[in-house]
């Protein structure tokens, strides 16, 4: 354990920001480390609101996945506290953030329930290009200093056990609270639908 972290220290002193890193770079990687985890929300809904039924059903299950692995961070976060990079004084810190547990991730758990989730339902662009974010976001947390890069990896794992908890319930239940999902939306935006400003 202590060689592991100690290799992820040396990992994160490589990628973190320094004071001679120009203003630019910390401004695009304070901004990606903040703001491109509203693509995903973003996205779930562009992909409910195109109206096919494997987009719907697709949302839906990266949803509950991303909800399941954020629930068993929260279990690792209690069970095994990891302080973040600035309560132990490493490196620098250009984000402020709360000093709570650091392992894994929430935001590179979110990117990686839904690009797994996608990938496995066949929706490859789709699931590729949220990986790639993903990824930009996991490197701007580091450089950022408010994460450690195994964090990251933490996220990956927590993600596909996740998705692994949720299949067999997915597999009985899944249809049922797709089509549980579009009554419930057809019902209460029925007037804009009528219209055709959205797809039923």
């Not at 290799?7 to 630019?24: E, K």
């Not at 973040?84 to 000093?99: D, E, I, M, Q, S």
């Not at 990938?119 to 408010?146: P, S």
Request: hydrophobic share 55%; proline share 6%.
């Amino acid at each position: 354990m202590h060689t592991l972290e100690a290799f992820n220290r040396a990992l994160f002193l490589v990628i973190n920001g320094t004071s001679d890193t120009p203003a630019w770079i910390v401004d695009t990687a304070v901004f990606c480390a903040n703001y491109l985890v509203w693509l995903v929300p973003a996205l779930l809904a562009g992909m409910w609101l195109s109206g096919r039924r494997q987009y719907r059903r697709l949302a839906i299950r990266a949803f509950v996945v991303t909800v399941a692995a954020l629930g068993c961070n929260q279990l690792v976060g209690f069970a095994w506290p990891h302080p973040r990079p600035f309560v132990v004084g490493l490196g620098h810190t250009f984000l402020p953030h709360a000093p709570d547990s650091s392992f894994p991730s929430d935001h590179a758990t979110v990117f990686a329930s839904v690009a797994l989730t996608l990938l496995v339902g066949r929706l490859r662009w789709l699931g590729g290009m949220t990986l790639v974010t993903g990824a930009v976001v996991a490197w701007a947390r580091v450089f950022a200093g408010v994460h450690f890069p195994l964090d990251m990896a933490g996220a990956v794992g927590i993600a596909c056990i996740a998705y692994a908890l949720v299949a067999p319930p997915w597999s009985a239940c899944g249809s049922m609270l797709t089509r549980l999902a579009v009554t419930i939306y057809r019902k209460l935006l029925a007037w804009p639908i009528r219209r055709n400003w959205l797809r039923a």
